[in-house]
């Protein structure tokens, strides 16, 4: 059973591992990339239904996975796929979720599931399956109600490396760029490193003096978990940065720590954005990306003109073309952006990937 903390419960037979599991129930639009989707830090404490109907066609590979393991709390399906069938494929999807024990649900309901989240919004719930969805539906309700919410949850350490880590650059070494890892993807720093970035990697727990003691040509502030009003100390870490007129890029959550650290606030979404098709307008040429997104916040900050910070005049450089959120933000007198997508594209797809051209424009800019 999936139960949904305002009582609504839906019925299907386990998939993956068998158990009880809790989490945030979120959607996801796209049609691929499942994998990549599993395995995206930015999906801790979450349970995600997929909207496509067939999922675990391809299987699994060991090129595809954005981090160690599956990120996912719970995972909900409409149809699993019977057999695996894809030349780079290592198992199914269904062994992985077993074996790394992650409790799913595949059920007939997908469709109302995500037309229930949508008027509703995101909300708590529960997978149960085998032994423990023995008890009444009220018991397992009571267990969704006592379970945390994602408001104030504060979740980049526990996702992030505990050590600091370098990808080298690919080719000639241009820069040297200082990523924090706040839930951070495989590919990004090898998007950096295709452009002759030399990325160190580092916890979420770092201050502003460790980043700078790396003496980096940028910074870079990744995507992750939880809700940015709790992150205090990531925070106080980029303002460090910002003072020291370093070139800063963030995307996704650093883009909301951005966003709080030039002084604006951060609001939860109704039901996030969390796909691969949702389209983003650059306010200042009208250029249109389709662009991949995970995320349940957004920053709060006008959208109309630029606006004063601490750090100089300030803009919105992106909105979503759906309900108009706020999608990216830029300095005018300082060489520091943010976008709230992820432009790594992986799974895809790839309009946004210039992205990283223009980080890596900035930091030439001081040279």
């Not at 109704?270 to 349940?296: C, E, I, L, M, Y």
Request: aromatic fraction near 8%.
């Amino acid at each position: 059973m999936l139960v949904l903390e305002d009582g609504r419960v839906f019925h299907g037979v386990a998939y993956g591992a068998e158990g009880e599991t809790f989490g945030e129930m979120v959607f996801n639009t796209g049609m691929t990339g499942y994998q990549e989707t599993l395995t995206d830090p930015s999906y801790a404490r979450q349970i995600v239904a997929m909207t496509a109907p067939h999922i675990g066609n391809t299987g699994v590979n060991t090129e595809d996975p954005e981090s160690r393991r599956i990120q996912v709390a719970g995972y909900v399906v409409r149809e699993p796929a019977r057999v695996a069938s894809n030349w780079r494929a290592t198992g199914s999807l269904g062994s992985a979720l077993r074996d790394q024990g992650v409790v799913g649900i595949a059920m007939p309901g997908t469709r109302a599931l995500t037309r229930h989240l949508r008027d509703r919004g995101a909300m708590r719930a529960g997978i149960f399956s085998g032994g423990a969805a023995e008890a009444a539906e009220s018991e397992l309700l009571d267990r969704v109600l006592a379970s945390p919410k994602m408001e104030g949850a504060d979740l980049a350490a526990e996702v992030a490396t505990t050590e600091p880590y370098v990808v080298p650059a690919i080719g000639e070494k241009r820069f040297t760029v200082a990523a924090v890892d706040l839930g951070i993807k495989s590919m990004t720093p090898h998007r950096m490193a295709e452009r002759g970035c030399e990325v160190h990697v580092l916890p979420a727990t770092v201050t502003a003096a460790d980043i700078l003691s790396i003496d980096p040509d940028g910074v870079f502030f990744s995507n992750g978990p939880g809700d940015p009003a709790a992150a205090d100390h990531q925070v106080e870490a980029l303002r460090g940065v910002l003072d020291a007129g370093k070139p800063f890029f963030g995307i996704c959550f650093g883009n909301q720590i951005f966003g709080r650290a030039l002084g604006l606030g951060t609001y939860k979404l109704r039901f996030g954005h969390r796909g691969v098709n949702q389209p983003v307008q650059d306010k200042r040429t009208g250029k249109v990306d389709v662009s991949a997104h995970n995320h349940g916040f957004a920053v709060d900050a006008p959208t109309d003109g630029p606006f004063d910070t601490d750090y100089g005049r300030a803009e919105v450089s992106h909105v979503n073309l759906n309900d108009d959120c706020v999608e990216g933000l830029r300095l005018l007198d300082r060489p520091a952006f943010s976008v709230q997508y992820h432009p790594e594209a992986a799974a895809g797809p790839h309009d946004a990937t210039g992205l990283f051209d223009q980080f890596c424009q900035i930091m030439e800019g001081p040279r």
